[in-house]
């Protein structure tokens, strides 16, 4: 069977690249087609995709386009309806922000599409950049997005199936396309097995460390300046790890009690989780979340911001807690109400963090993402 895989964009690596790396797993002699790519722009991640052959869009091999690609996403169905599917057999496309579900194929091609998220930028949903305040940009972009949405809900029609990575991404896909989807959650990269015992059955009593912990991409819409501000005030110990456009802006409002570690190595990372007390999130409209579940598969506690997928796996109370108010009010009463917990019911907690991770594995993914294509061919 001849399969490609179509990704959004290659020049920034998160929970979408990710899902992509396992695709490419389950699929390893498949093609990868997307609109632009970046090696280098990867950072300690291009080791995992240096070894593919990336078949890159006209657009992406135009110097001036591929550096400032994001205000010609009008060019959007151009790019995707500029390939040639014709001797696949199968088309999986990572469909985000770039719309890459809106390639063409014809019989008896079969194209499945799995939605990340509809364009947060065209339905109103918070971005990494605040593009509305600047009035020439505003402007512009509501011309492009207005056309751009037409052409999303069109695009949307093509694919023969639709996957959606969280019962979230369900409704919105059923409210902006119309459609029926069926939801299979993202693979999470959790330790099947440590030297420090995150299994369920066997979590150390307490970290050693005595901090709290962000991973994230340092951008407007993940809100990292509410956790700052927390720390600040509530003079608790907070490690960030990412990077990212505002991450001057937010070093300048840190206390020092507020640590950025950029971005780490997969090793330094585990330990980093291993250490801490808990995982603090506040992204508004986050679909799924994978850093939080991450989290959870080293035994942490989740405090996160009550919004978008979160509550479908993160259970006040149980595997941690959720506040809210988007405001650091009401992230500090959840972390108070965490460090005053029993030593017995903070393991418990863990407990059943690690246990939530655990439904999340890439080997659940490998299994689900194969019997739905097995059932569609």
Not at 59 to 68: R, T, V
Not at 114 to 136: M, N, S
Not at 267 to 284: C, I, M
Request: aromatic share 14%; glycine share 6%.
């Amino acid at each position: 069977m001849k399969v490609a895989l179509v990704h959004d964009q290659l020049r920034e690596f998160g929970g979408a690249e990710r899902v992509l790396v396992s695709l490419k797993k389950i699929f390893p002699q498949a093609d990868v087609y997307t609109t632009t790519f970046d090696l280098n722009s990867l950072g300690i991640h291009k080791e995992l995709i240096k070894d593919w052959k990336v078949n890159v869009s006209w657009f992406g091999k135009i110097p001036i386009l591929n550096k400032f690609y994001s205000p010609f996403r009008f060019l959007t169905p151009l790019i995707w309806e500029s390939f040639d599917f014709s001797k696949y057999d199968l088309v999986i496309s990572s469909s985000g922000s770039w719309m890459s579900k809106g390639i063409k194929t014809n019989k008896p091609t079969i194209h499945i599409s799995y939605i990340h998220h509809p364009p947060r930028y065209l339905y109103g949903y918070e971005t990494a950049v605040e593009w509305q305040k600047y009035f020439f940009i505003k402007i512009y972009g509501y011309i492009i997005n207005h056309f751009l949405r037409i052409w999303d809900f069109t695009s949307s029609q093509r694919a023969d199936y639709l996957i959606a990575n969280s019962e979230e991404t369900k409704k919105r896909i059923e409210k902006f396309y119309r459609r029926d989807s069926t939801v299979i959650y993202p693979p999470v990269n959790i330790p099947l097995k440590h030297p420090k015992g995150v299994q369920a059955q066997n979590i150390p009593r307490h970290p050693k460390g005595d901090y709290f912990l962000t991973v994230s991409r340092l951008a407007r819409a993940k809100h990292i300046d509410i956790l700052i501000k927390a720390a600040n005030a509530a003079k608790f110990n907070l490690k960030i790890v990412g990077s990212g456009r505002d991450e001057e802006r937010l070093k300048q409002i840190a206390c020092p009690t507020v640590e950025f570690l950029g971005n780490l190595t997969d090793e330094e990372l585990k330990k980093t989780y291993v250490n801490a007390k808990a995982f603090l999130f506040a992204s508004k409209d986050e679909e799924f979340g994978i850093s939080p579940v991450e989290a959870m598969g080293y035994g942490l506690p989740v405090i996160a911001f009550r919004s978008g997928g979160l509550p479908e796996y993160a259970i006040n109370g149980k595997n941690g807690f959720l506040f809210d108010k988007l405001e650091e009010s009401s992230l500090i009463d959840k972390v108070n109400e965490l460090t005053s917990l029993a030593s017995s019911k903070y393991l418990e907690m863990r407990k059943e963090a690690r246990k939530t991770a655990e439904r999340f594995s890439e080997e659940q993914f490998r299994k689900k993402i194969l019997t739905f294509v097995n059932s569609k061919l």
